[in-house]
Structure formats: C-alpha cells, structure tokens
C-alpha cells in the first residue's frame, strides 16, 4: 500500500494519549493521521478491519544494543553489518517498533563489536542504508568516558550528523551499575568471556583515566550542544550525580540505579529511561533499581527496549495488567514520552491529527499481546493478518 494513498482503520480501540477511544476509526492519507472518530468514518476509501483490537502509536526505542548481540552472536563471530542492519529493520517491525536508536557502544576493548572503529563503521553503515530501511533508523552513540580513544571518532560522526543521541556511561567498578568490583568481574567474564588478566587490564585502565574525565565530558558534551544533540547520562546512582548531569543539560536518565537517583532526576525534570525487559521480569539482572518499583513511586518517562524490542509491547501491557498504570499511560512511556525526549514529538509518537502515522495493532485474544500489523508513515511495513 502506497503511503500516499488514503485508508480507514475501522473498529479499533485508539489509545491517544489522553486515553482510549473504544471502537474508533482512524483514517491515513499521505502518510499522515487525517481523522479519528467515534464509530464509523464514512468513505469510499478502502478499509481494514481492526476486529477490535488495539491501535497504538509506533514505538520509538531510544535504547536498543540488541544489534551488537546480532553482529557479534558468539564471542569474535561477526555477521556481516549491512545484513544485520536490514535484518533488523525486519525484526523491529514485528516488534511494534517505527522509530529505532540502535545503540553502539564506544568502549576500546571491553567486547568485539565495542571498540571505536566497529562502532564509527557501524553508524555509517546505518547512514548509508537509511534509504532502504522501513523505519525511522537513528544512532545513539554510547560514550564510555573512559575512553578519550573515541573523541575523533565521535567528533567525525557528531559533525557528520550521524549521530542522533549520545549518551555518557561509566562502568568503572565502585559506582554507577557495578557498585562492586566483584560485580563487575562477574559481568563481563561470565557474559563476555573475559579472563582474570584481561578484566585486570580493563579495569586499571578506566581507573587510571579517571583524573582526565572532567575535560573530556566537558568536551563532549559541549560539541553536542552545539550541534543540538541530546544527551542522556548512563546508571546514575546518586542525587549528586543527577545534579551533575542537570548542571550540564543533560536531559535523560536511563536506568538509575535506585530509586534515590531517580526521585531526583524526576524532581529536577530530567526524563527517566527504564529498561522493557526489567518491567517484563519484574527485577534488574544487575539487582540494581526495579522498574516497577520506580514507576509505583512516579519515577518513569520513557521504557527502551535496552537489548530485547520483543519485550515492549508486553511490558506496556504488563503495567497496565498491574494496575501500575493506565494504559494510555504506559503506552506514552513507549511513544509520546521518548519523542519529546528527543525532539520528534511534533512528527511522531501519539496517535493525534497532522502527525505521521507511525501505527502498531495489537491482538489481546491470543495467550500473550501480539503486534499484528505495523504501518510506519502511513505504509504497511509488517502484518500477519
């Protein structure tokens, strides 16, 4: 179906973001949302039953590694880049996705696909291929501080307007996610098969780039600002440290790892991340902050998918099944919320007149929420319907 061509929705439950319009209809033309009603629009345009079902807003994913586990499945077996890249844009369909941040990670030596030159060579070749993908196909590069190795990389890509988010992360061990080193140990050698020595060698260097990092975040952050980038902070673990990123505009928190840290970034109006697939299984995998815990105490803005899409659609509907949450609600933290975050709110991220109709329907009747169909921009991208 042409995006350009008009069409009905008919028979859906329309979740806006204000709440939900029952056995609604929606219609599409050039690409965009031209009417919701109540009931029946009448035209002579063709029209998709819903069978009443649930029609969301596209999910916009502003945290997704999972293309670095595609790229590099086994330790030192790569895919070949362009293959994932158009794989993916597959995958992220079914999964309700319209709008993608795949997250690379700048971190010299911590995984293969984490070093600075796969990281830079991936982001370009997401650039080179947006012509030929379905969705709206961002980078978010992950800046690990410790590394100034990643500086004239980022400046290239930064300058080249290649990358759409940058978000700063620090994993050395004694704060942030690994407030133990023996946490850290256990990480990445039983995740990414690192031995004794290596973890040694790892860990020495971030702590001995530690006196550097004021400058080279300044730097940063600095450059960023100046090309109207937004910046989110990694694994935030204190009010200080929120004070921290406050005081240099930086405007997400994603994954605060407690619930001090994040009652502070939503009392200084910085938006939260919560990771999918800690909401899905009700705890952190790194025994740090549970989203549910954090959203029972109103401190979440915005779920990503962190490393599982398939886990969006069923943490939304897990937190309004809860009663965590008001449906349209949880459905802004997937849509509305990160699409303010990063500026798309006026093209994207609610189902509302005028804005691209970015659409996903999702069939309850089965054992668990199925995404059935998605349209991005108006043009049918995935249905098994």
């Known amino acids: 179906m042409s995006s350009n061509g008009a069409y009905i929705i008919e028979d859906a439950h329309i979740v806006t973001p204000h709440g939900t319009e029952w056995r609604a209809s929606l219609k599409v033309e050039g690409g965009r949302i031209a009417e919701i009603k109540s009931g029946e629009i009448k035209s002579v345009h063709r029209k998709i039953d819903a069978q009443s079902q649930y029609l969301l807003p596209g999910f916009i994913d502003l945290h ?58 991936i982001i370009s070749e997401i650039h080179r291929l947006a012509p030929d993908l379905r969705l709206r196909t961002m980078a978010h590069a992950r800046f690990e ?87 989110a902070s990694h694994d935030d673990d204190s009010p200080a440290k929120i004070d921290w990123l406050k005081e240099r505009g930086i405007v997400i928190s994603e994954f605060p790892v407690n619930l001090e840290a994040a009652a502070a970034a939503k009392e200084h109006g910085v938006a939260i991340c919560l990771g999918a697939p800690n909401i899905l299984r009700g705890n952190s995998q790194a025994k740090n902050l549970s989203g549910r815990e954090a959203i029972a105490s109103g401190c979440g803005d915005i779920l990503c998918s962190d490393y599982a899409p398939m886990t969006l659609v069923h943490s939304v509907f897990a937190l309004y099944q809860l009663g965590l949450l008001p449906l349209h609600a949880a459905v802004n933290m997937v849509s509305l919320n ?48």
């Open 145 to 231: 501080i410790t590394d100034a190795g990643a500086l004239p990389h980022l400046e290239e890509l930064l300058q080249a307007r290649k990358i759409n988010l940058l978000s700063l992360m620090d994993h050395t061990p004694g704060q942030g996610q690994f407030q133990e080193l023996t946490s850290f140990k256990n990480y990445f050698g039983a995740v990414y098969q690192k031995g004794e020595e290596e973890l040694e060698k790892i860990i020495q260097q971030k702590y001995s780039a530690q006196k550097d990092l004021s400058a080279t975040v300044d730097y940063i952050v600095s450059l960023c600002h100046s090309l109207e980038i937004p910046l």
């Open 338 to 385: 990160p699409a303010k975050a990063v500026g798309l709110a006026g093209q994207t991220g609610s189902i509302e007149p005028g804005k691209e109709a970015d659409l996903i329907l999702v069939d309850l009747r089965k054992e668990v929420p199925c995404v059935v169909k998605t349209w991005a921009k108006g043009k049918e991208v995935y249905s098994i319907w």
């Open 64 to 121: 997704s590694d999972a293309i670095e586990k595609a790229l590099e499945p086994r330790p030192n077996i790569f895919f070949p880049q362009n293959l994932v890249i158009l794989e993916m844009d597959r995958l992220l369909a079914a999964s309700g996705v319209t709008t993608i941040f795949h997250s690379l990670s700048f971190a010299e030596g911590e995984i293969g696909v984490r070093s600075n030159r796969m990281a830079a060579g």
